[in-house]
């Protein structure tokens, strides 16, 4: 159902960009398994992982096809996607895809691979303009480097029997409540190769601790041989469990419940299982896709409500103990103010706070245009409200708060403390954006990917202009601006700490913060174009029974180019999903999502230039309930009045 939205003309500061410090103490770590914890093993999952870390050691390929992946998407996906085919090629954005056709990506064979072969200067691609040198060797290396995958299934039958099985050996009963499970099962499937799930499963576990309250990092519990399914302990989180289900019975568009319906014993098997965890845990969710958690849970709407954010910069202000005008009047801020941000195209400010618990609390200050009022240069002692003189007037800033555990959370927000969903592109863009977000900064996701490494320094230019320029200014004007403007090293080194904080953080979870960030290659795994193998394994059912489908409307006209070796966009099989699947396994029941499946669409980032309540999709089974009950802003979770 669509969700109503407010459009607010205020703007908002975008990013303070990547930066990364030296060591810092170290952070507590829960979850990981002890010695009674037994891993479940099955015939189909296949090739053991050799990782000891719950979560996979760095695979050698991993940090290589993710630059590899990057590069093509900045460079080619605009114009070889789903959503845009030109040459009659739309797959750059699904590697399984282009292994499949035998011609654009060749397994260990960059000659031999068009992706590679059409780059000028031998070929004419990008039309865009010519990649960097070493951009092509990127490319050319990753694919020297790739292997064929041999896909061994793991089907949703088996993988109920083995979170079955942990949940009785491992789980003690009055802790089953607080177990949710989330599993890679479908990325399996598809054919990702090891590199690709492994950068995945870094993205599971940094996306987990970014939506902690806790004071330790978790790290999730691999439950089967080849760690594509892990347990979670919700109240490890700091997340109540009617907070986290709610968000799941809103937005999760996968919930299936096995019915004991046909006289297979696997399916039998299955529904006692399903039966029996619905009943231990408490909930019908609690079996989720890792693949929609990562993608999903870091888009705003489903991410404030997962961190229990509050609805505005008043009520975050409040839980966090910070009282920014107190601070300022009382000079416990420091700040940076500086011409050239490298995002926006005006002055920027950024300041610093302290929570109630020392942890840091940064907020910035960016600006629609460069009047008089706006100039931070000449008037740096705002803003409006709390100076009485030489105050500048904002128009929206970024809150980046340390989380007790190291890692980081954001807000955007305008200026009178509304909070925004993503950034107006007639101020900021991301260039390097995915596709979905069409150059949108998107609160959450965008965040996490430009922040991966903390915050970077920037000089400040306030208070060597103030000294220069003394007489602009009173005396007690002069003196607040050196007291708010400190000197380089004492700036520099508060944000050091900070950054020593979140990259120590990482460092423990297995992150490498000057690698690629692994939520945003996930993010755009999940919302790749999608091959017929794709929505096979999405849909879990065969070949034969797929191909039943497609000479049939509705999926003979909206997924025609499955016909054709094509492909289509998630949003176009997230609109049939529900159907598709009530028509074609019987021995599945979907609950769908009270409120649709949260997904960044054209049409809903065309909406809004800041809000993103009504990015949820409408799938054919909703569409007589939503037809006989009007949406409401509280469907969303918001109430921004």
Request: proline share 5%; net charge neutral; with cysteine.
């Amino acid at each position: 159902m669509k969700i109503k939205h407010t459009v607010y003309s205020l703007w908002i500061m975008i990013l303070l960009l990547v930066g990364a410090c030296s060591s810092s103490p170290s952070i507590p770590v829960l979850s990981k398994p002890s010695d009674a914890d037994k891993a479940i093993n099955l015939p189909a999952p296949g090739v053991n992982n050799q990782s000891n870390d719950q979560t996979g050691t760095p695979v050698q390929n991993a940090d290589l096809q993710a630059a590899a992946l990057a590069i093509l998407d900045k460079a080619c996906v605009s114009c070889h996607s789903a959503t845009n085919i030109q040459g009659n090629f739309g797959s750059l954005d699904n590697v399984e895809a282009m292994i499949a056709s035998g011609r654009y990506l060749v397994a260990g064979s960059p000659e031999r691979s068009l992706i590679y072969t059409k780059l000028a200067p031998v070929g004419n691609m990008p039309p865009s303009g010519t990649l960097k040198p070493e951009e092509v060797a990127t490319i050319k290396n990753w694919i020297s480097g790739l292997k064929a995958v041999q896909v061994v299934p793991l089907k949703d039958t088996q993988v109920l029997d083995i979170i079955q099985k942990d949940l009785q050996l491992n789980v003690p009963v009055a802790d089953q409540n607080q177990i949710r499970y989330f599993s890679f099962h479908v990325a399996n499937n598809v054919g990702q190769n090891e590199a690709a799930i492994d950068s995945m499963r870094k993205a599971f576990v940094k996306v987990i601790n970014s939506l902690s309250t806790s004071p330790v990092l978790v790290k999730p519990v691999a439950v089967d041989a080849k760690k594509l399914i892990y347990r979670v302990r919700l109240d490890e989180m700091g997340i109540p469990v009617q907070v986290f289900d709610s968000v799941m019975s809103d937005f999760y568009p996968f919930s299936q419940q096995f019915v004991n319906t046909v006289s297979d014993a696997a399916i039998i098997q299955a529904a006692q299982n399903d039966q029996a965890m619905r009943s231990q845990t408490g909930t019908a969710n609690y079996l989720v896709r890792a693949d929609w958690f990562i993608a999903t849970a870091t888009l705003p709407v489903p991410y404030e409500r997962l961190l229990q954010l509050g609805s505005t910069q008043a009520e975050l202000d409040a839980q966090l103990g910070v009282d920014i005008v107190a601070n300022l009047n009382a000079n416990r801020v420091i700040r940076a103010g500086f011409k050239n941000s490298g995002v926006s195209s005006q002055n920027r400010m950024i300041e610093r706070h302290s929570q109630r618990n020392g942890l840091s609390y940064w907020i910035s200050y960016d600006f629609a245009r460069l009047d008089d009022i706006e100039n931070i240069f000449s008037n740096p002692l705002g803003p409006v409200g709390i100076s009485q003189t030489k105050a500048f007037q904002h128009d929206g800033g970024e809150i980046i708060f340390q989380l007790a555990n190291g890692m980081l959370g954001y807000r955007l927000v305008n200026n009178a403390g509304v909070i925004l969903d993503k950034g107006p592109t007639s101020i900021v863009k991301q260039n390097d954006a995915p596709s979905q977000f069409l150059s949108a900064i998107v609160n959450g996701v965008s965040c996490m990917n430009c922040h991966g490494a903390g915050l970077l320094y920037k000089k400040d230019e306030i208070r060597a202009f103030a000294q220069a320029n003394i007489t602009s200014f009173s005396q007690e004007e002069a003196q607040r601006i050196l007291n708010l403007y400190p000197e380089e090293k004492t700036f520099k080194d508060a944000m050091d700490r900070d950054n020593a904080f979140h990259f120590n953080a990482l460092t423990q979870l297995g992150i490498d913060p000057k690698k690629p960030d692994p939520v945003n290659q996930a993010f755009r795994f999940f919302n790749r174009s999608l091959s017929k193998n794709d929505v096979k394994e999405e849909l879990g059912i065969s070949d034969a029974t797929l191909d039943g489908l497609l000479v049939n409307e509705p999926y003979r006209t909206q997924w025609s180019a499955l016909r054709t070796q094509g492909f289509i966009s998630r949003q176009e099989f997230s609109i049939l999903a529900a159907q598709a699947v009530e028509q074609s396994r019987i021995e599945v029941n979907l609950a769908l999502p009270v409120a649709g499946e949260f997904l960044a669409t054209p049409e809903c980032m065309f909406a809004s230039q800041v809000q993103m309540d009504n990015c949820v999709l409408v799938n054919a089974g909703q569409l007589n309930a939503v037809a006989a009950t009007p949406a409401t802003p509280a469907a969303s979770g918001r109430n921004r009045n």
